[in-house]
T-cell receptor, first 121, second 111 residues
Framework: GAVVSQHPSWVICKSGTSVKIECRSL??????MFWYRQFPKQSLMLMAT?????????EQGVEKDKFLINHASLTLSTLTVTSAHPEDSSFYIC?????????????????FGEGSWLTVV | AQRVTQPEKLLSVFKGAPVELKCNYS??????LFWYVQYSRQRLQLLLR??SRESIKGFTADLNKGETSFHLKKPFAQEEDSAMYYC?????????????FGTGTRLKVLA
């Protein structure tokens, strides 16, 4: 099966500092990765779509200067929360798209990391 | 615009009863539809995809393009089915491939 790993699983940082979360696809190459934010008992909110070697596409309302996304290789994407504030405290989840099958219809499936709890104090 | 709607936040059924979790979508092209499940304290995992036409853990879902629905069904619910279920849609929007989730339905199967 496909495995996606996130690190760290949880992190506490001081207000005003920056924190980086890594997302790795361990056994497949992911040209596309997604970053989500999930508040308690709520759904996943897509923050941005990250394509390897190009700039991330951010969803409306997501500050690209605050949530820096880098997808430098086919197996790694990072999310950096800059100048973190308590309201940034949340559960951040990444997922990676693994193309399956072959044309004319490939049927893409995404696999999720275990998530990262960020607490800003 | 792409949108996935799951009208029920919580669905409670008794063990052995049939289950249907509703999902409606809006998309201008031909989407791929998925159901994901999140058990307590575990990561999201794929349950099934519409293109596979498969049955996983007794669950099935049929894509109804006329009604733009992809409801998840199981004839006899089990206690271990209790979890959060998310309907998801993937497709290209404004030149970008996106994967959008509904708000989720919490299924509680009562003994």
């Amino acid at each position: 099966g496909a495995v996606v790993s996130q690190h760290p699983s949880w992190v506490i940082c001081k207000s005003g500092t920056s924190v980086k979360i890594e997302c790795r696809s361990l056994d497949f190459q992911a040209t596309t990765m997604f970053w989500y934010r999930q508040f308690p008992k709520q759904s996943l909110m897509l923050m941005a779509t990250s394509n390897e070697g190009s700039k991330a596409t951010y969803e409306q309302g997501v500050e690209k200067d605050k949530f820096l996304i880098n997808h430098a290789s086919l197996t790694l994407s990072t999310l950096t929360v800059t100048s973190a504030h308590p309201e940034d405290s949340s559960f951040y989840i990444c997922s990676a798209k693994k193309p399956q099958g072959s044309p004319p219809y490939s049927g893409n499936t995404i696999y999720f990391g275990e998530g990262s709890w960020l607490t800003v104090v | 615009a792409q949108r996935v709607t799951q009208p029920e936040k919580l669905l409670s059924v008794f063990k052995g009863a049939p289950v249907e979790l509703k999902c409606n979508y809006s998309y201008s092209g031909s989407p791929e539809l998925f159901w994901y499940v999140q058990y307590s304290r575990q990561r999201l995992q794929l349950l099934l995809r519409h293109i596979s036409r498969e049955s996983i853990k007794g669950f099935t879902a049929d894509l109804n393009k006329g009604e733009t629905s992809f409801h998840l069904k199981k004839p006899f619910a089990q206690e271990e089915d209790s979890a959060m279920y998310y309907c998801a849609l993937s497709g290209v929007s404004s030149g970008t491939y996106k994967y959008i989730f509904g708000t989720g339905t919490r299924l509680k199967v009562l003994a």
